[in-house]
């Protein structure tokens, strides 16, 4: 997999206009996933309050809250039936 950054407009019609980048793969064809950040159409790019915070960070308060489960699903043997195949 390859990320190229670039712009793109979405006109009124739903037509998209994309930038050309600035360095493309060789010809061939890819399948492309479109990622639309609203920020690069001027509107203002809201603060990400999980920005520079680990998972345990943002949900350690939950972390061991259920006691009705084992401590580990890996401890029981049926929770990882089928695991891997």
């Keep these: 997999m390859k990320v190229i950054q670039?712009?793109?407009t979405i006109n009124s019609n739903g037509e998209?206009?994309?930038a050309e980048p600035e360095k493309?793969?060789?010809?061939?064809?890819y399948k492309i996933v479109l990622?639309?950040?609203a920020a690069?159409?001027?509107?203002p790019e809201t603060t990400?309050?999980?920005?520079?915070k680990s998972f345990i960070d943002v949900a350690g308060q939950w972390v061991g809250c259920s006691h009705e489960n084992p401590p580990d699903l890996s401890t029981?043997?049926?929770?990882?039936e089928g695991y891997g195949q």
């Design 48 to 52: 990400n309050k999980f920005a520079g």
């Design 35 to 37: 990622v639309l950040d």
């Design 40 to 43: 690069t159409n001027g509107i």
């Design 24 to 29: 493309l793969p060789p010809a061939g064809h």
């Design 16 to 18: 998209i206009h994309i």
């Design 76 to 80: 029981n043997p049926e929770h990882m």
């Design 6 to 8: 670039t712009t793109a």
